[in-house]
Structures are given as C-alpha cells and as structure tokens.
C-alpha cells in the first residue's frame, strides 16, 4: 500500500467515514462527475475546449475517492496501477492502442 493510500485509510478510520464499497464506488463517481462538471463549464459545453480548467482539489477529491474505494476493496492501489500499466505496454507492444476498444 503506497503512502497515499494508507493516509486516505487512516483519515477514513480517524474520522469514523468507514462505509462499504458499493457506496465508496458512488462517491468516486459523484466525484468524476465534478471533473466532468467543471470540464463542461470551463468549455462553455465544448465550444472553448482550450478554456479547459479543472480545479486542483476536484482532483483532489477523486483521487481520495480513489484511494477509499482501493482500501476498501483491499486493493493496493500500487499494484493495481503497476497492472494497468503492464497491460498498456503489452497493448502497445502488439500494435495496438492502450484503450480496451478500437
């Protein structure tokens, strides 16, 4: 578990936010779904897409999620991303885009 991850767990724990997973997930979501809010109105809806901005703590706040939703899956969040990354390069390495689709 990277240090991240354990200071997400131990904030959770201290501050008695413990909840199961299924509602980590919603949160995680809910909290994309900021970016997404400041990405669609910094854009004016995709009409200025290099007025981009998204605010830092919004990103804050889904890497927490993030890192809740690992921890309370038990899933560390270092190993998973190592993963995520050997499959892209595997991807890559047969020709092809790190995307699942095409």
């Known amino acids: 578990m990277n240090d991240r991850q354990r ?10 936010l413990e909840t199961p997973p299924e509602f980590r997930l ?20 995709g009409a200025s897409p290099a007025d981009l901005s998204i605010e830092s703590d919004e990103l804050g706040d889904a890497l927490f999620a993030l890192l809740a939703v690992a921890d309370s899956l038990e899933i560390d ?4 991303l190592e993963e995520a990354l050997e499959k892209y390069e595997r991807r890559l390495d047969d020709g092809g885009s790190p995307g699942s689709g095409e």
């Open 26 to 45: 919603l949160d995680l979501v809910s909290e994309v779904g900021e970016l997404a809010k400041d990405a669609n109105e910094s854009t004016d809806y």
């Open 7 to 16: 200071q997400v767990a131990e904030f959770v724990e201290t501050h008695g």
């Open 77 to 80: 969040a270092d190993a998973a």
